[in-house]
C-alpha cells in the first residue's frame, strides 16, 4: 500500500511544467551558453531588430531529424527578415550519446544551419521556457514579447504535404509587426532528456 | 486517515477530468502487419476507449525510437496482465509515422505482443487536443479513462510499474465510489 501511495503522489511530480506564457518576456535572455566551437552566445545577443526565434531541438529525435531542413531553411529566412535566431541543443548527452558536438556538427553542416547553436549544459534555458519536447520553438516579436510558441508545421514527416506553414506564417507575421494566428500548436515529439545533476 | 486520502485523490483526479466529443468512426488495419495494427486518428481513438466495456482504460502513446517508452513497455504488458480480470484495459497507440509500420510491428512481436495496437494516423494537433489539451504532444505519454471515456489521470514522461498500478487503482476506487 505504501508503494501505491507514493507512486501515486509521483504522479503528480511528472505532469509537464508550464511553458512560457503569451506575452511574457524572454527568459534568462543574458544567459550565456557555448556552440560547438566554445563561442558563446545568449537570447539576447542574437536578437533582431524585428522578433527572436528561440528553438529548442537536439540531433537524434526523428521528428527534429524529419524537419531539419525546414528548420534550417526557416532560420536563414528569419534572419533576412530582421529576426535573431538560436538553437538550444536541450538534451543531455550522457543520456543521449547522439546528442553530443560530433553529431550537432553534422546536423549542422547536413541542414545549413546559419544561427547559433548552443548546448543548454544543465538545462538551465530549457526549464526556464518550460519546454517539454524537441522541437518546440518560441517566437518573441521586436519589444521581446512572446507571441508565437508550438511547432514548425503541421506534417513532420512529408513536407509536400504540410497544409499549415505554421512557424513560417508566424515568422512573416512578426516581422511585419503583426500577431501570429494561430498563436499555439502542438505536434508530437521526443521528450527532453534534461540534465539531472548540477548545472 | 485512509479514507480522507482516497477523498483527496479522487478530488484531484476528478479536477483533472476532460472529456473530448466523441466522433465514432471505424479505425483501419495495416495488411500485413502482425500483431495487428490500427491506423487511428485521436477523434476516432477516443471514441473507441470510450465505448470499451471495461471500468478503466489506460492508453499509453509511444515510439519505436523513444527510449523511454521502450524501456517503460515492459511493465506496461505486466500491468495488463495483471489486471485483466479487474475490468482494465491497457492499449498502446504508436505514434510512428505510418511508413515505419514494420518497426513498430518488429518491436511488438519482439515483446511478445499478441493483440491489435493502434498507430497515429492524421494531425498531430487532432490527436493531442483529442486526448488532452495541455499535453505538450512529448512521448512517452499515458493516459487514464473512467468506463464512458473521462480522462482521470494523464502525465508525459516515462513511469515505473508502481506509477501505473496506483493510477489504476486510483481509478478503480473512484468507480467503487461513483453510485
Redesign the interface.
Known amino acids: 500500500m505504501k508503494?501505491?501511495?507514493?507512486?501515486?503522489l509521483?504522479?503528480?511530480a511528472?505532469?509537464?511544467s508550464a511553458?512560457v506564457e503569451l506575452g511574457a518576456p524572454i527568459p534568462l535572455a543574458e544567459h550565456s551558453m557555448a556552440d560547438v566551437d566554445g563561442k558563446r552566445w545568449s537570447v539576447g545577443e542574437v536578437s533582431g531588430q524585428k522578433g527572436t526565434l528561440v528553438m529548442f531541438i537536439c540531433v537524434?529525435?526523428?521528428w527534429v531529424q524529419?524537419w531539419n531542413a525546414r528548420i534550417g531553411d526557416l532560420g536563414r529566412g528569419a534572419r533576412a527578415a530582421g529576426i535573431g535566431v538560436i538553437a538550444v541543443n536541450a538534451n543531455d548527452p550522457k543520456r543521449?550519446p547522439q546528442d553530443g558536438p560530433d553529431g550537432m556538427r553534422r546536423q549542422i553542416a547536413t541542414n545549413g544551419f546559419e544561427f547559433p547553436y548552443v548546448i543548454d549544459n544543465g538545462s538551465t534555458l530549457t526549464r526556464a521556457y518550460g519546454a517539454?519536447?524537441t522541437p518546440?520553438v518560441f517566437l518573441f516579436d521586436a519589444k521581446g514579447a512572446l507571441v508565437y510558441h508550438g511547432?514548425v508545421d503541421?506534417?513532420?514527416?512529408d513536407v509536400e504535404d504540410v497544409e499549415q506553414h505554421f512557424l513560417r506564417d508566424a515568422i512573416a507575421a512578426v516581422a511585419a509587426g503583426k500577431q501570429p494566428d494561430p498563436r499555439e500548436?502542438?505536434?508530437?515529439?521526443?521528450?527532453?532528456k534534461m540534465y539531472t545533476g548540477a548545472d | 486517515m485512509r479514507r480522507g486520502?482516497i477523498a483527496l485523490?479522487l478530488s484531484?483526479i476528478a479536477a483533472c477530468s476532460h472529456v473530448a466529443t466523441p466522433d465514432p468512426a471505424p479505425t483501419a488495419a495495416i495488411a500485413g502487419e502482425d500483431p495487428e495494427l490500427r491506423l487511428v486518428g485521436g477523434r476516432e481513438l477516443r471514441a473507441e476507449l470510450a465505448s470499451a466495456d471495461v471500468d478503466v482504460v489506460l492508453l499509453n502513446v509511444w515510439?519505436t525510437?523513444?527510449?523511454?517508452c521502450r524501456e517503460e513497455f515492459p511493465d506496461l504488458l505486466r500491468l495488463r496482465r495483471d489486471y485483466r480480470d479487474r475490468g482494465v484495459a491497457v492499449e498502446f497507440l504508436s505514434?510512428d509515422?505510418?511508413?515505419h509500420s514494420a518497426d513498430v510491428s518488429a518491436f511488438l512481436r519482439e515483446l511478445e505482443v499478441d493483440f491489435p495496437t493502434y498507430l497515429?494516423a492524421g494531425?498531430?494537433?487532432e490527436?493531442?487536443?483529442a486526448l488532452h489539451p495541455?499535453?505538450?504532444?512529448?512521448?512517452?505519454a499515458t493516459f487514464v479513462f473512467a468506463r464512458g471515456g473521462a480522462v482521470v489521470?494523464w502525465?508525459?514522461?516515462a513511469?515505473?510499474y508502481?506509477?501505473f498500478?496506483?493510477?489504476v487503482?486510483?481509478a478503480l476506487a473512484r468507480k467503487r465510489s461513483t453510485p
Do not use: Y
Not at chain 1, 3 to 8: E, F, N, Q, S
Not at chain 2, 134 to 140: I, K, R, V
Open positions: 508503494r501505491i501511495v507514493i507512486a501515486v509521483c504522479l503528480f511528472v505532469s509537464p511553458a537524434h529525435c526523428p524529419k543521449v517539454q519536447r518546440e511547432t503541421d506534417n513532420a514527416d500548436t502542438k505536434a508530437l515529439g521526443c521528450n527532453i | 486520502f485523490m484531484a515510439a525510437w523513444c527510449v523511454t505514434g509515422f505510418p511508413s497515429k494531425k498531430d494537433m490527436l493531442i487536443e495541455e499535453w505538450s504532444g512529448a512521448l512517452p489521470q502525465w508525459e514522461g513511469a515505473s508502481e506509477t498500478a496506483a493510477a487503482e486510483a
